[in-house]
C-alpha cells in the first residue's frame, strides 16, 4: 500500500547544480502535484498536472521545470540551483471529478542548497 | 496577499479538553474547505472537508464549521488526545475540479498537553 512515494528523502546541493525529484504514485490519480513547504509559510503550490500529457504553473514555479512521465510518475527539475530553493518538497496525488476531492502526499524531501 | 489565513501559529490544550483552530479567508469563491493534519517528517494528511453550501461537518471527534458571511472556519476536536499533537492546514478550494485551484494557510501547531 505504497501511496505516493517521493525520492529522495533527502538531497544536499550545491549552488549551481542540478537535481530532479522523482514522485510515482500506484492509486491511478488524474492529478499530481508539487508542493514546497517553508517554515511559516505553509504550503505553495509549485507546478501541477491535472492529468497525462497536461502541466501548468503554480504559485511559485521559477527555477523548476517538471515532467509528466506517464500517469504514475510526476517528476521536479532543479537545472540551477539557489539557496533560496532550500525547502521541503512535497509531491501528492488526487483523483479527478470530484470536488472535494483531497490529495494523497508523499513523504517529503529535504533538499538544501549550499 | 494572503487569502487563507491561519493567525494562531500555535495552540496548547489539555488532553480531553476541545481544541479550537481557526481559519479566515478572504475569497468569496471558494467552493470547498479541507483540512489537513501534518506529523513531522511526514507528509500532510486530509482530515476533513465541507462545502461552501454546508455548514457544519462531522467525522467522529472532528467537525468543522463554516460560517460564509464572516469568511471564517473552524476545526473542533473534542476531546483531544495526545496523539492529535501536529501542524493542521487549513485549505481552500477555487471553482474547478483540479486541487490546482487548492490555497493552503501558513498552519497551526496543535500540542495536546496529558
Known amino acids: 500500500n505504497a501511496g505516493v512515494t517521493q525520492t529522495p528523502k533527502f538531497q544536499v546541493l550545491k549552488t549551481g547544480q542540478s537535481m530532479t525529484l522523482q514522485c510515482a504514485q500506484d492509486?491511478?490519480?488524474?492529478?499530481m502535484y508539487w508542493y514546497r513547504q517553508d517554515p511559516g509559510m505553509g504550503l505553495r503550490l509549485i507546478y501541477y498536472s491535472a492529468s497525462e500529457g497536461t502541466t501548468d504553473k503554480g504559485e511559485v514555479p521559477n527555477g523548476y521545470n517538471v515532467s509528466r512521465l506517464n500517469k504514475r510518475e510526476f517528476s521536479l527539475r532543479l537545472e540551477s540551483a539557489a539557496p533560496s530553493q532550500t525547502s521541503v518538497y512535497f509531491c501528492a496525488s488526487s483523483a479527478l471529478g470530484r470536488a472535494n476531492t483531497e490529495a494523497f502526499f508523499g513523504q517529503g524531501t529535504r533538499l538544501t542548497v549550499v | 496577499d494572503q487569502q487563507v489565513k491561519q493567525n494562531s501559529p500555535s495552540l496548547s490544550v489539555q488532553e480531553g479538553r476541545i481544541s479550537i483552530l481557526n481559519c479566515d479567508y478572504t475569497?468569496?469563491?471558494?467552493?470547498?474547505f479541507l483540512w489537513y493534519k501534518k506529523y513531522p517528517a511526514e507528509g500532510p494528511t486530509f482530515l476533513i472537508s465541507i462545502s461552501s453550501i454546508k455548514d457544519k461537518n462531522e467525522d467522529g471527534r472532528f467537525t468543522v464549521f463554516l460560517n460564509k458571511s464572516a469568511k471564517h472556519l473552524s476545526l473542533h476536536i473534542v476531546p483531544s488526545q495526545p496523539g492529535d499533537s501536529a501542524v493542521y492546514f487549513c485549505a481552500a478550494k477555487k471553482p474547478g475540479g483540479s486541487q490546482g485551484n487548492l490555497i493552503f494557510g501558513k498552519g497551526t501547531k496543535l500540542s495536546v498537553k496529558p
Open positions: 492509486m491511478n490519480h488524474n492529478s
Open positions: 475569497n468569496s469563491m471558494f467552493d470547498y
